[in-house]
């Protein structure tokens, strides 16, 4: 049902634009932020801490593996999107931070609190730059908007399930590579108009062959032995 839910999303989600779904993104996890301000219980710091992470692990996600690749092959400004690299390299050792410390540590809330400030100040830095240079570009932002979406919803589905956070703090804890989308993404060819072609990669496309050419000879192999097999049986008949 879930995966129903992300496909039915994927093929009726024609109106999402790419950067309002963005920026409704930053607008949540910023209201998360501000909702930690008033908690008083370590529980409930806790819990909320968890919610906070896991959602901008998936914004991360969504922005690294698919709006940004589409918007360096539309020509986009390097140097803006290798700052914005760094930006989310130092937010994401902070979070790998956060997610090791406990409610009742000393510094828990200076760290939520300085997460809050580098997170807000690149959702800041981005929306004015990165977002208009998008905007003024060739790309199909509905479209990519309608890819974000989906891949959003099975990112969530994904992280729900992740209950001891290792799937997470295993992303968390994964190097950076500045200026190059992550192994999600490099699976895909992404066209400057904001479509993505799901031809596989060369690496990936070679690898499936060698999978069928091995599948093929496999059944062959099995063919003659039962044909060998068959051909014993009658010859074994006729000498009786």
Known sequence: MEMLRILNRMTSSGSFDALDLLKQEHARIVGLFDCYETLCDEHD??????????????????EDELFYPALRDAGGDRTGMVEGDVEDGAIRRLMLDLSRTGADDSHFDA???????LVE??????ERRIFQEARASDLNLVAIGGQL???????????QLDTDGEELAAFLSAPTVIGRPSPVSASYKVRGAGNIDRRPAPDKENDRRERRLKRASTSAGRRVRRSAG????ASEGEST
Do not use: G, M, P, W
Request: charge should be positive; proline fraction near 0%; avoid cysteine.
């Open 149 to 159: 979406d989906a891949y959003r919803a099975a990112l969530e589905a994904r992280y």
């Open 45 to 62: 710091k806790q819990a909320l801490r968890s919610r906070i992470l896991r959602a901008l692990t998936v914004h991360v996600r969504i």
């Open 111 to 117: 760290k939520v609190k300085r997460l809050a400030q």
């Open 121 to 126: 100040r690149h959702f800041e830095e981005e």
């Open 230 to 233: 068959t051909q014993a049986e």
